[in-house]
Structure formats: C-alpha cells, structure tokens
C-alpha cells in the first residue's frame, strides 16, 4: 500500500510562526484543495508520520482530528485513514497559462498529453504486441537475481547490443560486432554522445535541408554551426556541400528516407559522401529512423553497409519502431573508435533501465521483433493508401500527396493559397497533429507543406473523417 503525503512535512519547525499541528493540517488540506491528494488515496498512519516528520504522535493526531471534524479525511480502522470519497476539490483560481514560443504554437513540437491524429513520431500503438511484451516482462522480474539490481552498464546490457548486432547484420547488411554497439535513449542522446566524443565548439556539420530541426537545435547547443545543403530527388547535394563548406567535419544524413521528404539516397551520392568523408577525415552520422518501412521492393542496405574506411556512425531506434515509451535506441561506431565511446559512457555514467533492455533482448532473440516489422510493413502500407487516398478524395487540389517509397508519415503539398505554418497551427487548435514543412528548412523561399503520420489511422472511414475535419479547418 502506498501511502500519499503532502509535500514539504518534512520542514514543519517552531520557528515557522504556527503550531505544530496548524502546519500539518493546512498542508493536508492544501494537498487535497490541488488534486494532490486525491478523493480516496490512504494517508500515513499517525505513528508513522510522526516518525518521519520527528515530531510528537499527539501533534499528528491534533492535525488528523482537526481534518477529520471538517470533513476531509476518513478513519477506516484496520483499513487506515483516507481522503473523504466524496469530497469536492475546492476551487482555486487557474494559473495564467504561460506563452508558447511561436514556433512550438506554429509547428506542433509540444508533445501533446494524449496522440493526436496524423502525429509524427509514433508507431502503431495499437498494433503492437503488448501481450508478449507482458510476458516476457513478468518472466524477467520473476528470474531477477541481487547483481540484476544493480547500475546497468552506461554502454548497454550485453545481451541486448548482442542482439542489436546480429539484427542489424542481417537486417541492414552492417558487418558490427557487440561491443561496436551502444544503448542509448533516443536520437538526441545519440547525437549528444557522438558530439562529446569526436566533435568541439566551432566545428561546422552539414545537415540536409530540408532536415529535422532538433539536430540544427542540438548542434547550435553545442557550440557547433550546422551548414544548410540542399536536397533534391537523388537525396543530399553532395557537390553542393563541398562548395558551402569542403571543412565541415560531419555530416548527419538520412538516406533510407530522407527525413523529412521520404526519398533514397541514390548510390552515386553515397559513394560521393563516402569519398568525401575518406578524403576530408571527417564523420557521417547516419540516422536511420525508420529504415525497415519500404513499401516499394526490399529495404535498402544502410550506408553503414558500404563504409569501407570506417567513417560511418549508424543511429538506429526502437523507440519509433516498437513504443516510444521504451525510450531505446542505439549507435553502431567503427571498431577503432570504440574504445572512446566506452570510456565516455563510463564517465557520464548514462544507460537506460535493465529491466528494460533485457526484455528488448528477449524480444528479438526469440523473432517477435523480426515478425512485428513484417507486420508493420504490410500494415503501414495499407493505412498509408487508405490515408493518402481519403485526403485527395475529400481535399482535391487544397493539397497533393507526394509519391514514396516508404517511410511513417505522408508529405502533402499544399496549393498556392495556404500558409502551412498558419494552417498547422490552426490544426493543431482543433486537435489535429501536423508539422510545417516550411518549419523544416532554413532557406527563405522553402517550398510549404504537411507533414502528417498516418500509423495511426487504423481505418479508411477514420480517414475519411480526419480529412473532412481537415477542410473545415481550411
């Protein structure tokens, strides 16, 4: 049973201008008056808090009855003593709510409370297994030993980078052996690792333009200048790169689906990165966010797969893969470089829950993984036609949904007469998730559009709906 407590008993002292026992009863009440304290949550026993707080029992006892003869607590004999059940919250006046940046109330960035319809950044989360995910989390806390209770490694559990490693040599063709592998908690720790362990303030990166802001946001964080390349059908300008910055250090890329506009990073590109990295000494950040979704013939192999002179570093995730909950992805670094990733990791002390890295390793090890992608690609493929369908038919010209090959989330092109950032916003108002391509790009004339998930559009009714409620917004 837990027992609720309100916050700042401990700091109850003569010295604070009231009784005792006045102090404790106004914070109880004040707990129940914010929803702190809850219609029917238990609260410690008179004994007990009086041991926590060092004071008398007498003087807990005062405050409790005083609280009891106003209606606000319950005593349940062996049961304890409650919040009343019925009680009314008292009303307080609402806090002013505070001003969102422009961009967050243009773009949609906040991460709302609930998913929202066309949201980016989430899988389908009523399509995943929670049942076997249940399963095998029961089994693991069932097996726990004493030394399971201890600091996780801040490189990964073993078994879960041996996992990862024989996935992604059969998966994505990258030849890596475990302790290549590193565990982290989603893209931005990912990229917050590579900058600490090969980058400095001052270092100027490529990334693709249009491109995902929070790496521009992440590398100005860090003291480095993120240089705008432009992007056209066949992915990253590599020539175009070489002329704003031949210096730079890095480059972060998506080729599997160039995010956000879904195209392939043609062959040619790639071997013209990977030369100019072998020539310049610099690094390739290969983020490959949902590089399993190809709905056009079989998955591309990753980059990663051609580096030759080990000038590649792979970021992968399976927090957009399986649940973002689970708050897990990885880095796959050259084998020379290794080493330093081990001693950093070890020195900001990092690493996710265990627990849930071993029921990951679990996951894959046994083939659920393997079959949930299959799953979702046949899935996605048939929500992303439903969905692309259902906004031509209902939106006609208002907006064109860009061909693809594969990826989470639709590009839909807007006519002339729409402002994208304006009409995200304007969404966003009505409970629909959408993201200003616009947003996306540094340059001046950025071509507009939405960028609209549709993982979790589970039906074409559904969709139809949502494109219905798309046009009024309109």
């Not at 890095?250 to 080729?255: E, L, N």
């Not at 959408?434 to 996306?440: G, I, R």
Request: proline share 8%; net charge positive; aromatic share 6%.
């Amino acid at each position: 049973m837990i027992h609720a407590t309100p916050d700042g008993l401990q700091t109850v002292s003569d010295a604070a201008g009231h009784p005792l026992y006045r102090q404790i009863y106004e914070r109880f009440r004040g707990a129940i008056a914010e929803g702190t304290l809850k219609p029917g949550d238990r609260i410690p026993s008179a004994r007990a808090l009086a041991k926590e707080i060092g004071v008398a029992r007498g003087t807990i006892e005062v405050a409790y009855s005083l609280l009891a003869s106003e209606g606000y607590i319950q005593a349940r004999g062996q049961a304890g003593t409650v919040v009343a059940p019925n009680l009314q919250p008292l009303a307080r006046s609402a806090p002013a709510a505070k001003a969102r940046p422009a961009e967050a109330q243009e773009d949609g960035w906040q991460r709302p409370a609930a998913p929202l319809p066309f949201q980016m950044g989430l899988p389908a989360l009523d399509a995943f297994p929670r049942k076997i995910w249940a399963r095998l989390g029961a089994r693991h806390l069932r097996g726990m030993q004493p030394p399971d209770l201890a600091y996780p490694d801040p490189s990964g559990l073993l078994a879960l980078r041996t996992a990862t490693a024989a996935y992604l040599q059969v998966a994505r063709g990258i030849q890596c052996t475990p302790s290549q592998v590193f565990i982290t908690t989603g893209y931005n720790n990912t990229l917050q690792l590579i900058m600490q362990a090969l980058f400095k303030p001052g270092d100027s990166v490529w990334v693709e333009d249009p491109g995902y802001p929070p790496t521009r946001a992440l590398l100005a964080q860090a003291g480095m200048q993120a240089v705008p390349v432009r992007v056209d059908a066949q992915g990253l300008v590599v020539e175009a790169g070489i002329a704003q910055d031949p210096r730079a250090r890095a480059a972060v890329v998506t080729p599997a689906h160039q995010s956000p506009l879904c195209l392939s990073l043609s062959l040619p590109r790639r071997q013209a990165l990977l030369d100019w990295a072998e020539r310049s000494s610099a690094w390739i950040v290969e983020d490959d966010y949902d590089g399993e979704y190809r709905y056009v013939g079989r998955p591309l192999p990753a980059l990663k797969s051609l580096d030759r002179q080990g000038r590649v570093l792979y970021s992968g995730t399976f927090s957009k893969v399986l649940f973002p909950g689970m708050r897990l992805a990885y880095l796959v670094v050259p084998e020379e470089q290794a080493p330093r990733f081990e001693r950093l990791c070890l020195l900001l002390a990092g690493g996710a829950p265990a627990l849930t890295q071993a029921v990951l390793a679990s996951f894959i090890n046994e083939g659920h993984f393997a079959r949930h992608i299959q799953r979702m690609r046949r899935l996605y493929s048939e929500r992303r036609e439903a969905t692309a369908a259902a906004l031509s038919s209902v939106l006609g010209n208002r907006l064109r949904i860009d061909p693809q090959p594969g990826g989470m989330h639709l590009v839909a092109r807007l006519d002339g007469h729409q402002t994208d950032r304006e009409l995200a916003a304007r969404m966003l108002r009505q409970g629909l998730y959408a993201h200003a391509l616009s947003h996306w790009s540094a340059a001046p004339d950025a071509r507009a559009g939405l960028l609209m998930s549709f993982t979790n559009i589970v039906s074409a009714e559904q969709a139809e709906q949502l494109a219905r409620r798309i046009l009024q917004v309109m």
